[in-house]
């Protein structure tokens, strides 16, 4: 299994970017994916979740201003993220789960910049 994310890049205080993210490798669909993050010198967080059935969690820091969704096409998730701060930069990786073999996927990460 094999997650590749993409989207990252630079933003300026109150920008937008968009970030994907695809997994291969599996004929199942993953039971949740989601997005965390990781800012210099800090522990990964979550940042937002989403199940097959469209249930959504997100970290209160990011509500109202970031979405999750499910593509179209199977295993492939994407991240709206709006309104962004400085405090929002750090390395956001793809993360997929699977009920079925109990096991986490972790995509290589894609670096957000938010410059004040």
């Known amino acids: 299994v094999q997650l590749q994310a993409s989207g990252g890049g630079l933003a300026q205080t109150g920008g937008s970017l968009r970030l994907s993210c695809t997994a291969s490798g599996s004929i199942f669909s993953f039971n949740m994916m989601g997005w965390y993050r990781q800012a210099p010198g800090k522990q990964r967080d979550l940042v937002a979740t989403i199940t097959t059935g469209g249930f959504t969690n997100y970290a209160d820091s990011v509500k109202g201003r970031f979405t999750i969704s499910k593509g179209n096409a199977k295993n492939t998730v994407y991240l709206q993220m709006n309104s962004l701060r400085p405090e929002d930069t750090g390395v956001y990786y793809c993360?997929?789960?699977?009920?079925?073999?109990?096991?986490?996927?972790w995509g290589q990460g894609t670096l957000v910049t938010v410059s004040s």
């Open positions: 993360n997929a789960w699977s009920a079925r073999s109990d096991v986490d996927y």
